[in-house]
């Protein structure tokens, strides 16, 4: 970017209008005179070069001037350069994927709102690994840390339930997402875990988990997804049609909380998808990324060449009016 240090200075240049003028009028108005009988013959006389040339001695002292104001100014060129460094967290978000997250008191149902929100909240992350663990009577990752956040939210998307064996095995999942983290180097460490039940499935107890979480430095927040009371949850009927019947929402709030409180997360409860919002932006909030921003200005000096150009344009003059244009005295 191109700027002047003294803009002001510029003003100077004004100082041409009146030596430009006074130039005009000097010529218009001539100097000695003699007296002939007819200009005819003058008039009819060749011009020669120095005719066309007569007026650029003063030209180019008038744009020695201006490179002179020009030079005072102090052009210059500054560029600045952004180095930016940032030290991520590596996230793994592990999402019940039972049967019971096709419940509707969230609209379309539980799990389609959990996808969603969570995909929103992986899609800002853009300096952190983050990874994906689905579980439900057994768990598994269909993404690994990375900092890919487009494979993250492929392989969220095709998240479905029925997949694998039915159930709530909130400890298998835990230990998956651990097991995510087991050689990672960052100096933070976080799972985001989100169930709808009690956990009934796996051979890792959710405490078990939680345990080894804490020994490994990582952060569990834990989400309890479902409304209060009761919600339609779905069942088939004796001819194997889909039916939604009323059943008691069972959260096991107690070993979650603990789950968090161990681990030094947080417990939160989502009953609508609302709330799940803005659970998510409160981990955001609380989990930022340091990010460190190194700038550098770096300025370049021209009014070197403006100075060169007004002291050639002055030679060029001298030479040119004593030279070229020599006149007898």
Known sequence: MKIFAHPHILW?????????AYY????????ASIRISSTSGVRRAPRTWRYYVRHLPFVLRVAAVAAMVVALARPQIVSEEHTTTSEGIDIVVAMDIS???????????RITVAKRVAAEFVAGRQSDRIALVA???????????TTNTEEVLTAMGRLRTGVIDDGTAIGNGLAT????????DSRSKVVILLTDGVNNRGEISPLMASEIARDMGIKVYTIGVGS???????AYNMFGELIFQQMPVEIDEEVLQKIAADTGGEYFRATSEQTLQLIYEQIDAMEKSK?????????EELFLWWLIA?????????????VLLKRLP
């Open 228 to 234: 209060k009371g009761t919600a339609p949850y779905p």
């Open 99 to 109: 049967g019971s997250m096709l419940a509707r008191d969230f609209q379309p149902d």
């Open 135 to 145: 579980f439900a009577g057994e768990a598994y990752s269909p993404s690994p840390l």
């Open 24 to 31: 005009v009028w000097r010529t218009f108005a001539g100097g």
């Open 12 to 20: 100077l240049l004004l100082l041409v209008v009146p030596l430009v």
């Open 310 to 322: 007004a002291f050639a344009s002055l030679v060029a003059e001298w030479l040119i009016d004593k």
């Open 291 to 299: 990010v460190e921003v190194h700038n550098k200005i770096h300025i």
């Open 177 to 184: 997402a651990i097991n995510r983290l087991r050689e990672s």
